[in-house]
């Protein structure tokens, strides 16, 4: 979880605070982090793959209705027809596969296994972006907080980073799942698995982006421009959120891209142990979870949500990787 | 040195202290907040009225919250009698709290489970760390070699794939349709190594995976840094063989930030050890808590989340000390 410190220069900054960077010998076009940025990321082939991938997934997890409804069957519709009366496996070869059911029937229930798929993309990136919301504005606040004030305010806020950083979180998030409640402020349903699952998923991610925020603070502050806000009588709020914050977006943005995946696998390991949205709501993990009673018999039920979670997280490791190279200020590409 | 140990070691009691807190908090303040009644969640779903009274009153939920606590972490070290006036159920020390569905404390379900879990976790870690330093070392020597590349392909597929689907994959390769390994079910301390070191070998590996990629990114990173450092050039001045230089000077300097990430991860070894267990069917602590959570057996889930968690923190004193070994600076300090 170590990346190489983002330090963004005067450009990041908006044109108020930009302090004129010393080596501006070569006459060049002015151009912002952003459009440097974009132009370097057009040319990172391996990124871009990833980025199209993500927003497919997205129009996916979005469109998921109209899609399912086109090409395949109601996600909790029980096609038991489909299955081998004996062994309860689905008929055919590879899982069944076939032009109605794209990606086969779920065994002993008989379920479309392409419109769980689908469906379980909502629940994947639902809660792995909120989550890294969550994350990210915890995290900024405090680690901004933390780096700008020091003192025992940092001293607090660092010490209980690296506590958190360090507790079983795994066993942590299943311990609170299992003892809030089912209906709680209002929601009732999965709405309240997914608000907790968001909520401590993003808790527990917090100190990853403080630890960054803090550290880009600590070495911002000692800057030439907030010494010039500060001299122009600017006041605490001001610099931390007129002067710092812009130029912590371009590490904040990497380390939310870069998140998200982990919070997609985190997702997929409660929904795998039982922890997460309840059945019948269709996830990826919880089809792992039941594919590990009979992947012995019918592998594919078990390669097909393997695959979408793999390739899911890949694609956001590799925009995440390819935006954090883009957003580099050092780099040279 | 001396000074150094004190103030590692307050930290560990600190981090005892914010563990015993933070799990007290989860399971008998949160549940409250959240409109759960607490004696319910701990007899399970399934108990009559007057039993769940019973347990309201041997747990002490009709005491002040501070009594609680105390009972709570005394009973640790000390056991605990939990009595309603006509009936005490002892748990002897040390009491991680007491399963009145199995009517058993839950000490008896760890102690059988630590050994696995121990043994899990123990050789995946060597495992993984062995891999990724060697991996790492070799990349940055070999910059921009086939090697160094795949090596790094490898390392963005380990971190993107989910552990629980590698162990099925791995397991349906290599135990069902190779027949190479043959893992035990129902693994116990009577078992001879050897059948222990066969049901173990894939969990090793596959925990290993998760992490062995991150670390040969993370040692390629700082052996590339130091490496470029003037000691080490001085180094080969003064005629050392290239091995010395390698593994005495660069690598032993290298080993500090490995070292601390290291212990921020044995919370997610941990986490990637409930995930294998659950996978493999290995009964230690994760199964068993992953069990609790379909059983609603809630005392052994919070049994094995403050043991995993105190476990933890001993474990970082550990880390510690091998920070001591192997940085001069710190020993001298």
């Known amino acids: 979880m170590t990346a190489p410190l983002h330090e963004p220069t005067a450009e990041a900054a908006p044109p108020a605070s ?13 151009r912002s982090l952003k459009q440097i940025a974009w132009n370097r990321l057009k040319q990172d082939k391996v990124a871009l793959a990833g980025g199209i991938t993500v927003f497919v997934l997205v129009l996916v997890a979005v469109f998921a209705p109209l899609i399912v409804s086109l090409l395949g069957h109601p996600p909790n519709e029980f096609h038991q027809e489909k299955l081998d009366p004996l062994t309860n496996l689905p008929q055919g070869a590879f899982g069944g596969m076939s032009s109605d059911f794209l990606f086969g029937v779920e065994p002993n229930k008989g379920r479309d296994v392409f419109s769980r798929i689908v469906y379980g993309a909502r629940i994947s990136l639902l809660v792995a972006f ?26 607090l806020i660092s010490r209980t980073m690296d506590v958190l950083l360090s507790f079983p979180q795994l066993l942590f998030i299943i311990s609170l799942v299992s003892v809030l409640p089912d209906d709680l402020l209002g929601l009732t349903g999965s709405g309240v698995r997914i608000a907790v699952l968001v909520a401590v998923i993003g808790f527990f991610g917090w100190p990853y982006v403080g630890r960054i925020v803090r550290g880009q ?9 907030i010494e010039a806000a500060r001299s122009l009588g600017g006041g605490r709020r001001h610099i931390l959120f007129r002067e710092l914050l812009p130029n912590l977006v371009a590490p904040i943005t990497v380390y939310a891209t870069l998140m998200i995946p982990t919070n997609i696998l985190t997702e997929a390991a409660l929904s795998f142990l039982g922890a997460g949205v309840r059945p019948p709501t ?8 039941d594919a590990l009673e009979t992947y012995e018999h019918d592998p594919m039920f078990m390669v097909f949500p393997g695959a979408t979670i793999f390739i899911t997280v890949l694609a956001f490791n590799l925009f995440g990787d390819g935006l954090r190279d883009a957003l580099d200020p050092k780099g040279t590409r | 040195m001396l000074a150094y140990l004190i103030r590692r070691l307050i930290a560990v009691v600190i981090m005892v202290l914010v563990v015993l807190l933070a799990t007290f908090t989860v399971f008998f303040m949160l549940p409250k907040w959240a409109g759960q009644d607490i004696a319910v969640l701990f007899a399970g779903k399934a108990s009559g009225a007057e039993q769940v009274e019973g347990i309201r009153t041997k747990l002490g939920l009709d005491q002040p919250l501070l009594v609680q606590f105390w009972d709570f972490v005394r009973a640790i070290p000390m056991g605990r009698d939990y009595a309603n006036g006509t009936d005490v159920t002892h748990c002897p020390a040390p009491c991680f709290g007491y399963s009145f569905r199995t009517e058993e404390p839950v000490w008896t379900t760890l102690k059988d489970a630590l050994p696995v879990t121990g043994a899990l976790a123990a050789g995946a870690c060597v495992l993984w760390l062995a891999a990724g330093v060697a991996t790492g070392v070799l990349s940055a020597l070999k910059r921009g070699s086939l090697w160094d590349r795949a090596a790094m392909i490898a390392a963005l597929g380990g971190v993107s794939l989910p552990i629980f689907f590698t162990g099925m994959v791995a397991m349906g390769i290599f135990v069902h349709s190779l027949g190479w390994v043959h893992i035990e079910d129902n693994l116990s301390t009577d078992d001879s190594i050897g059948v222990w070191f066969q049901t173990l070998l894939l969990p090793w590996i596959v925990l290993a995976l998760l992490n062995a990629a991150m670390y040969a990114r ?5 052996m590339l840094e130091v490496l470029g450092e003037d000691y080490i050039r001085t180094a080969r001045a003064k005629g050392l063989g290239e091995r010395v230089v390698i593994t005495r000077h660069a690598l032993r300097s290298a080993m500090t930030p490995i070292l601390t990430v290291f212990g921020l991860d044995l919370g997610v070894l941990l986490g990637g050890a409930v995930l294998t267990e659950s996978t493999f069917n290995l009964p230690g602590l994760g199964l068993a808590a992953v069990q609790a959570i379909s059983s609603k057996d809630l005392p052994v889930i919070l049994g094995v989340t403050l043991f995993a968690a105190l476990a933890i923190a001993v474990a970082n004193l550990v880390v510690d000390l091998l920070y001591a070994v192997i940085d001069p600076r710190v020993r001298l300090a």
């Open chain 1, 18 to 30: 930009a302090d004129p960077a010393g080596a501006g010998v070569k006459k060049v076009e002015g």
């Open chain 1, 130 to 155: 909120l989550a890294a919301v969550v994350a990210v504005v915890l995290g900024t606040l405090f680690g901004i907080v933390a780096g700008y004030f020091g003192g025992w305010i940092d001293a």
């Open chain 1, 217 to 225: 603070t600590l070495s911002l502050r000692e800057r030439e421009y």
């Open chain 1, 282 to 289: 269709a996830s990826w993990g919880g089809m792992l979870r």
């Open chain 2, 218 to 222: 993370l040692t390629r990173a700082t």
